[in-house]
């Protein structure tokens, strides 16, 4: 069973710092999506990575994935209020065939809230 | 539309009765897939559909739970003699079922069983 597991659960932050949310996973996948979730909104796509070392950045946010550690990064620079939110990482299982695409795995979600 | 589109956004519905709930993906998107989040277990895949491809029902929690896909286009998700452990915001996303593609979620449904 492909486990994906986050950490931390809760972060608050002062607005200027940095900070990593870390996302882990239990078995090899091929793909691990960042999403955002604003209270009582749906989830937004922010990062899709494909291969291991891959790195992508916007604004204040940046994901990076490797997939040997099993292991994801979404990093956090000079944190604003508007980035407050919960992040999801999510994972799909490797080899999973050409009709589980789409059967993301989620993590626990990490809800960062950032304060002055 | 410019997004997925679900309705109804709430639904309160009686323990035992049936419900349905309604999503429109994006235009020319050919998968399409259902999410269940609750408190007490985040978010879990319930059933993907791509194309003409059978459907994986792998994440359906029990037989009560059921969803079509008309026309390659709208899916209907019908849960039969809710319980209370039903309740939780069902999600509805698409995608164009490429490898590199991300999925776009709608606003969801929340379900209150009572």
């Known amino acids: 069973e492909l486990k994906v597991e986050q950490n931390p659960l809760f972060l608050s932050m002062q607005e200027g710092k940095n900070y990593t949310i870390y996302c882990n996973y239990s078995?090899?996948?091929?793909?691990l999506y960042w999403y955002r979730q604003d209270p009582g909104k749906s989830l937004e796509s922010l990062f899709v990575l494909l291969s291991n070392g891959a790195v992508k950045q916007e604004g204040r946010l940046m994901a990076s994935l490797d997939t040997k550690a099993r292991l994801s990064t979404l990093h956090i620079t000079a944190a604003v209020h508007d980035l407050s939110a919960t992040y999801f990482c999510a994972v799909v299982r490797a080899n999973a065939g050409g009709t589980s695409y789409g059967k993301l795995t989620f993590g626990q979600g990490t809800i960062l809230t950032v304060h002055p | 539309g410019a997004g997925v589109s679900q309705s109804p956004s709430n639904k309160v519905t009686e323990k035992g009765k049936d419900v349905e709930l309604r999503c429109d993906p994006i235009?020319?998107?050919?998968?399409l897939y259902w999410y269940r989040q609750s408190l007490g277990q985040g978010l879990e895949f319930l059933i993907y559909?791509?194309?003409?491809?059978?459907?994986?029902k792998s994440g359906l929690p029990s037989d009560r739970f059921s969803a079509e896909r008309t026309g390659g286009s709208v899916s209907t998700l019908t849960i039969q003699r809710t319980q209370q452990e039903d309740s939780a915001v069902y999600l509805c996303?698409?995608?164009?079922?490429?490898?590199?593609?991300?999925?776009?979620f709608g606003s969801g449904t929340q379900l209150s069983v009572l």
């Open positions: 235009s020319g998107h050919t998968a």
């Open positions: 078995t090899t996948s091929d793909r």
């Open positions: 559909f791509q194309g003409n491809s059978a459907p994986d």
């Open positions: 996303a698409s995608s164009s079922g490429a490898l590199s593609e991300k999925l776009f």
